[in-house]
C-alpha cells in the first residue's frame, strides 16, 4: 500500500524566499508524480506532472524533482510571494496506476 | 473548455436523510475519481469510474455509499442514510486518460454537512 508523506507539514517564511517542499513515497512502482496547490475552501490547482522516466519539471518560478528509486520528490518555489500562500500535496500514481494517493501535504505561510 | 464541475458546492442534511453529489467531467475525459477530505486530513481515493462502469472502488465504504457514471449525464456519488461522520468535502477530479498516464484535473468540491 503507497504511503506518502510531506515534510514540512507547515512553514512560515517571509516574502522573497526560496523554498524547498518534500515529498517521500513508499513504494516506487508509479508512474507519474503530481504536485497541486489547494487554497482553503476550495479545490485543487495542478501545478505539475512529473512522469516516472522524468528526473524534473518547470512551470514559472516552480520546480519539480523526481528521485523515482529512493521514492522521493521535491518542489522547489523560487521568490516566495504571498500569493503562494497554500497547501500543497504531492501525489504519486501507482502502483496499478489507476489513482493518485495523496500527501497530508505542507501548508505554506508566506508573509510580506 | 469548462473545467470539471462539481454542485452542489454546499449540502445539508440531517442523519437519516440522501445526499447526492454531482460531477461533470472536462470535456473529452471519461475517467472520473471521486475522493474524499475529512477534516484536517489528507484526500482519500473512494472509486475511479469510466463511463457507465466502476472499475476501482476500493476506497469506498461497503454499505450506504454508491458510485455510478451513466452513457449520458454526470457521475453521481450517493450516501443514502447519512450519519454525521460523513460531514466532509467531496472531490471529484477528470482525466482523458487513466490517472498514471497523464494528468487529473479536479472540481471545486461539495462540502457536505450533517446535522
Known amino acids: 500500500k503507497q504511503e506518502v508523506t510531506q515534510i514540512p507539514a507547515a512553514l512560515s517564511v517571509p516574502e522573497g524566499e526560496n523554498l524547498v517542499l518534500n515529498c517521500s513515497f513508499t513504494?516506487?512502482?508509479?508512474?507519474?508524480l503530481q504536485w497541486f496547490r489547494q487554497d482553503p475552501g476550495k479545490g485543487l490547482t495542478s501545478l505539475l506532472l512529473i512522469q516516472s522516466s522524468q528526473r524534473e519539471q518547470t512551470s514559472g518560478r516552480l520546480n519539480a524533482s523526481l528521485d523515482k528509486s529512493s521514492g522521493r520528490s521535491t518542489l522547489y518555489i523560487a521568490a516566495s510571494q504571498p500569493g503562494d500562500s497554500a497547501t500543497y500535496l504531492c501525489?504519486?500514481?501507482?502502483?496499478?496506476?489507476?489513482?493518485?494517493?495523496f500527501g497530508t501535504g505542507t501548508r505554506l505561510l508566506v508573509s510580506p | 473548455n469548462a473545467g470539471v464541475m462539481q454542485n452542489p458546492r454546499h449540502l445539508v442534511r440531517r442523519r437519516g436523510q440522501e445526499a447526492r453529489l454531482r460531477c461533470s467531467p472536462m470535456?473529452?475525459?471519461?475517467?472520473v475519481y471521486w475522493y474524499r477530505q475529512l477534516p484536517e486530513e489528507g484526500l482519500k481515493f473512494m472509486v475511479y469510474l469510466q463511463k457507465e462502469n466502476i472499475i476501482d472502488e476500493s476506497g469506498m465504504p461497503k454499505e450506504r455509499f454508491s458510485a455510478e457514471f451513466p452513457k449520458e449525464g454526470p457521475s453521481i456519488l450517493r450516501i443514502q442514510q447519512v450519519v454525521r461522520g460523513d460531514s466532509a468535502a467531496y472531490f471529484c477530479?477528470?482525466?482523458?486518460?487513466?490517472?498514471?498516464?497523464?494528468?487529473?484535473?479536479f472540481g471545486e468540491g461539495s462540502r457536505l454537512t450533517v446535522l
Open positions: 477530479a477528470s482525466s482523458p486518460r487513466l490517472a498514471g498516464e497523464g494528468e487529473l484535473f
Open positions: 513504494d516506487s512502482a508509479i508512474y507519474n
Open positions: 501525489a504519486p500514481s501507482g502502483p496499478g496506476f489507476q489513482k493518485l494517493v
Open positions: 470535456k473529452g475525459h471519461s475517467h
